[in-house]
């Protein structure tokens, strides 16, 4: 029962830009609280990709993320055959008073 | 270098009580800021949230799922502790505890997981 929708896949070829959205409400992302972004490799720990827009040291500048009212993005450009995982955007809402995650988007690297 | 591992059985039976165990190491719970959290992801599914420990003492739960959780720490240890009980088969899945990363206990994100932990709720 997640709170914030993602579209379920996305795709590109090697090189392209792509983006994953994360849709909201007011009780969340269109609060003062931040969405960050994590990629999850199977088999593996999720990893913090982008916390508000920053980067954690050693996540390439080809990740960026950006926010509007109720939604939030994620950018890849220059898309490469390791960013094939799945992404999940977080943030916390105020009226559950708790940490909610997004429905998760896997992209794939045609 | 923070990091965390969890433990605990990788079998439960139905109506059982599980309890995980975080141990982590590269912070201190008792540091202004500081979390502890349990995140879960059934087999095929999405991530979710279940529950948050702060340096504070305060915790927040998953609504849904606040009548069967709780989270407790001991700081001198360097541990957490997540109950959940009336276990289903629907519970299974990995559970991960994470490094709550913030300034207040509200927001913030979860910057360091553990390998996560498989089990399965089955007679």
């Known amino acids: 029962q997640s709170v914030l929708t993602q579209p379920p896949s996305v795709s590109g070829a090697p090189g392209q830009r792509v983006t994953i959205s994360c849709t909201g409400s007011?009780?969340?992302?269109?609060?003062?609280?931040?969405v960050h972004w994590y990629q999850h490799l199977p088999g593996t720990a999720p990893k913090l990709l982008i916390y508000g827009n920053n980067r954690p040291s050693g996540v390439p500048d080809r990740f960026s993320g950006s926010k509007s009212g109720t939604s939030a993005s994620l950018a890849i450009t220059g898309l490469q055959a390791e960013d094939e995982a799945d992404y999940y955007c977080q943030s916390y809402d105020i009226s559950l008073s708790g940490y909610v995650f997004g429905t998760g988007t896997k992209v794939t690297v045609l | 270098q923070i990091t965390l591992k969890e433990s605990g059985p990788t079998l439960v039976q139905p109506t059982q009580t599980l309890t995980l165990t975080c141990t982590f190491s590269g912070f201190s719970l008792s540091t202004s800021g500081a979390g502890v959290g349990w995140i879960r992801q059934p087999p095929g599914k999405a991530v979710e949230w279940l529950a948050v420990?702060?340096?504070?003492?305060?915790?927040r739960y998953s609504p849904s799922l606040r009548s069967r959780l709780t989270i407790t720490k001991d700081t001198s240890k360097n541990q957490v502790v997540l109950t959940m009980t009336n276990m289903d088969p629907v519970d299974t899945a990995t559970y991960y505890c994470?490094?709550?990363?913030?300034?207040?206990?509200?927001?913030?994100?979860?910057?360091?997981w553990g390998q996560g932990t498989l089990v399965t709720v089955s007679s």
């Open positions: 994470a490094h709550r990363r913030g300034a207040t206990d509200t927001g913030g994100n979860f910057g360091s």
């Open positions: 420990i702060y340096w504070n003492d305060n915790k």
């Open positions: 007011n009780s969340n992302i269109g609060t003062v609280y931040d």
